[in-house]
């Protein structure tokens, strides 16, 4: 049973930075699509970025450009860096993963993702 777990996030101004990291266990093969999701209380929820095992890199039409992501294999790590920070980009950031490769065509959809972390927050302040 894949388990995630995310730390980082806190409160910055706006055109700051921020990094969140998502520490992954209980993968068993090197297929994977890992993600981060984030929610804003009455709002749908937005796909961020995502990365696959082959390395291939996704992102959300409002932060390409601004944020990174990144994994760590060895250390089953994946780090989303926050560059040029709005305050819409203040959210709750879930860390969500697949035991298959990053599928475009699905990705963003409800139920893509079947692990979840506990989440953790951003706030940029305007």
């Known amino acids: 049973q894949v388990q995630l777990r995310e730390s980082g996030g806190g409160s910055v101004q706006a055109g700051g930075s921020l990094t969140v990291s998502c520490e992954a266990s209980g993968f068993t093969a090197s297929q994977r699509c890992l993600a981060w999701v984030r929610e804003v209380p009455g709002?749908?929820?937005?796909?961020?970025?995502?990365v696959d095992g082959g390395g291939n890199k996704f992102f959300g039409d409002s932060v390409k450009g601004r944020f990174t992501i990144s994994q760590d294999k060895a250390k089953n790590t994946l780090t989303l860096q926050m560059d040029s920070l709005k305050p819409e980009d203040t959210g709750m950031y879930y860390c969500a993963a697949r035991g298959?490769?990053?599928?475009?065509g699905s990705l963003w959809k409800e139920g893509y993702f079947g692990s979840w972390g506990r989440g953790t927050q951003v706030t940029v302040s305007s």
């Open 100 to 104: 298959y490769d990053c599928y475009s």
């Open 43 to 50: 709002k749908e929820r937005e796909g961020v970025a995502a």
